[in-house]
């Protein structure tokens, strides 16, 4: 078990493996790993709408008091690890190709999609795409991890 502290309190106490792909706050989404939030509208307590597509979660979402009642066009922010964010040259989803850092066996591709939102790719490192390339991707999110909008 790890825990990660925040002011002097505990935010979360859990495994390694849960605080990465489950972490109960944005804080602790922030400190483990790296990742990206984009902004996502509830279409219902379990899918959620982002720009590269639907979303579903096997954990109904809470985005907050006043999306309880209605369950629709509520706000959220979504998080979205390097892992879930995969090169597909099939996709008709592009996005452009602004960073990119070898690791070896993988490439941590930074890519701006059309509305200029940023998320983060691990790519293994044969595709060797340049800056300024536009390159086919989608998602395989296995958790989906919301936090309230803002």
Known sequence: ??????????EQWDTPYNLYHRPATRQVADFIGQGVFLPGEVI???????????LESDVPMDCGPSCAECQRDCRLDVLLRPD???????SEV??????????????????????????LSLVPSHHNHAIGERIGIRLDVDHVVTFPHG
């Open 94 to 119: 592009k996005a452009e190709v602004i960073a990119k850092a070898f690791r070896g066996a993988e490439f941590l591709y930074t890519l701006r999609l059309a509305s200029g939102a940023q998320v």
């Open 44 to 54: 219902s307590r379990q899918v959620v709408q982002v720009e590269l597509g639907r």
């Open 84 to 90: 879930d964010v995969v090169h597909d040259d099939d």
């Open 1 to 10: 078990m790890v825990g990660i502290m925040r002011e002097g309190a505990i």
